[in-house]
Nanobody
Framework: QVQLVESGGGLVQAGGSLRLSCAASGRTRGSYAMAWFRQAPGKEREFVATISWSGGSTLYADSVKGRFTISRDNAKNTVYLQMSSLKPEDTAVYYC?????????????????WGQGTQVTVSS
């Protein structure tokens, strides 16, 4: 397992951009997928994006496709989520997740390591 710490959240106007970072520590050797999820108050945790160890495979939720970009820098043990054209409905706590796997799962139960989340608020 690894420890994850998110950063980069904040308040942004609709149409703006924001980049989230997730730094991993601990047992970071080996192949592991990383992902971003988000959860708004009173709603279920929602898949946002995931990326394979190599970075060669990425998946995005339809709601963010074309606006968000997930990337990773394994040398820095960090995954990023570049968010553009933000909408009020993007407002949520964003969580980083990791799991030692060669595949790119998209469900919360598939990930064993989680960060504590970072708040993203988009105002209209």
């Amino acid at each position: 397992q690894v420890q994850l710490v998110e950063s980069g959240g904040g308040l942004v106007q609709a149409g703006g951009s924001l980049r989230l970072s997730c730094a991993a520590s601990g047992r970071t050797r080996g192949s592991y997928a990383m992902a971003w999820f988000r959860q708004a108050p009173g709603k279920e945790r929602e898949f946002v994006a995931t990326i394979s160890w190599s970075g060669g495979s990425t998946l995005y939720a339809d709601s963010v496709k074309g606006r968000f970009t997930i990337s990773r820098d394994n040398a820095k043990n960090t995954v990023y989520l570049q968010m553009s054209s933000l909408k009020p409905e993007d407002t949520a706590v964003y969580y980083c997740a990791a799991e030692r796997t060669f595949v790119v799962p998209t469900t919360p139960d598939a990930f064993g390591s989680w960060g504590q989340g970072t708040q993203v608020t988009v105002s209209s």
